[in-house]
């Protein structure tokens, strides 16, 4: 899960990956997918997302989630970085 709260630079990741190794050095990516980035009108609030992917073992696992570079024309902030909050990672 992840906190949207616009009005503080906080929206939703544009894009996650999902990566798995058996060394934690080379990792290959299992699973990944691309978001639109919050709407001016949307609500803000945690915002749940799944990422599924055949079974595997694994030693590590790595989550990359891809912030917003640029805030929107319509914010405040236009122009400057947007952050990513994550609240939860669960893996199953």
């Known amino acids: 899960g992840t906190l949207v ?7 939703n990741p544009l894009g996650m ?3 798995v190794s058996e060394d934690g050095e080379n990792f ?3 699973a990944s997918a691309e978001y639109e980035p919050a709407a001016q ?3 803000d609030g945690i ?4 990422l599924t992917f055949p ?6 696992l790595k989550v990359i989630a891809q ?6 024309t319509w914010h405040h902030a236009a122009g400057r970085k947007g952050y ?3 609240d939860e990672i669960i893996v199953k």
């Open 47 to 50: 915002v749940d997302y799944t």
């Open 84 to 86: 990513v909050f994550v």
């Open 67 to 72: 912030n917003i570079e640029s805030l929107p």
């Open 28 to 30: 290959t990516e299992v």
């Open 55 to 60: 079974e595997t073992s694994a030693r590590y």
């Open 17 to 19: 990956k999902v990566l």
């Open 5 to 11: 709260n616009k009005a503080s630079y906080i929206f």
């Open 41 to 43: 009108d949307s609500q």
